[in-house]
Each structure stands twice: as structure tokens, then as C-alpha cells.
């Protein structure tokens, strides 16, 4: 992509009470061997803009999770498939306001990602995050 980075998009977790719900329900697929495959009404314009970024998964108002994105099918009924890597990254909390189906998140808006790794006790608790970084301290 001429040293551009890749196009993003995110989602809400619908019907998830949290990102701890949201990998346990992805963590199944992925451990039977299903390929990921979410579905959406449209094709998205900017599909080839998107392939190499991320979906970044929202819950409770919040950025938490991504996913990277491997591509797009068209499925049956003319609907599509965004075809999403079985690796769950973690990513800075922030703030997110709610929206239904998809959108568009460019590179230089998408949260960073979290350190990988560290003692158990040293990882800071989603919401908590969420509220220091709200409030400047993070």
C-alpha cells in the first residue's frame, strides 16, 4: 500500500457483557478450528483499504480487543463475510461511543496495543484503566 498503513474498522461486541465474554466466546471457535467469519449487510468501498489492518472490538463503551483482518467474502443472500485472523491483541481502553453495524477507524485514531506479558498482578483491570485514562492519569 505505497507505506500506508492499513484502513481499520470496528464493531460492537453485541450481545457480550464484557471482553472477558467476548474471548471466551472467540476462544471456542478458534479452539474447534472454525474460521472467523462475522457478517454484514454490505460489502464495505474500502474493502481493499482494509485488508492488513485490524477490527477493533467495542464493549461497555471502550475500545479492548482487535482482531487483524484477513479479507472479505461475499456470502449467500449477498451479504459479506470479513474473514478475521484467530489472534485476539489487547488494546488501550479508550473511550468509544456505541453504533450499529460497522466503521471505519484509521490508523492514526486506532487505540495502541497493550504490552504483552508481564507478572499476573501487574496488568491494570479494563474498567480501572478506562476511568484513570478518563481522568488524565494514564
Not at 21 to 40: K, S, W
Not at 78 to 101: F, N, Y
Not at 109 to 130: M, Q, S, T, Y
Amino acid at each position: 500500500m505505497d507505506g500506508m498503513s492499513a484502513l481499520n474498522m470496528t464493531k460492537i461486541a453485541f450481545g457480550c457483557d464484557g471482553f472477558d465474554e467476548l474471548r471466551a466466546r472467540l476462544a471456542g471457535r478458534i479452539d474447534r478450528g472454525e474460521q472467523i467469519v462475522l457478517t454484514t449487510r454490505y460489502m464495505p468501498k474500502r474493502a481493499d483499504e482494509m485488508v492488513g489492518g485490524s477490527l477493533y472490538w467495542i464493549s461497555q463503551h471502550r475500545f479492548g480487543l482487535r482482531q487483524p483482518l484477513i479479507g472479505f467474502s461475499e456470502i449467500e443472500g449477498g451479504r459479506c463475510g470479513i474473514l478475521l485472523a484467530p489472534t485476539l491483541i489487547e488494546v488501550e481502553p479508550r473511550p468509544r461511543r456505541a453504533h450499529q453495524g460497522w466503521r471505519y477507524l484509521s490508523a492514526e485514531d486506532a487505540p495502541k496495543d497493550l504490552p504483552e506479558g508481564g507478572a499476573e498482578g501487574d496488568k491494570i483491570p479494563v474498567a480501572l484503566h478506562a476511568e484513570l485514562a478518563a481522568i488524565g492519569l494514564i
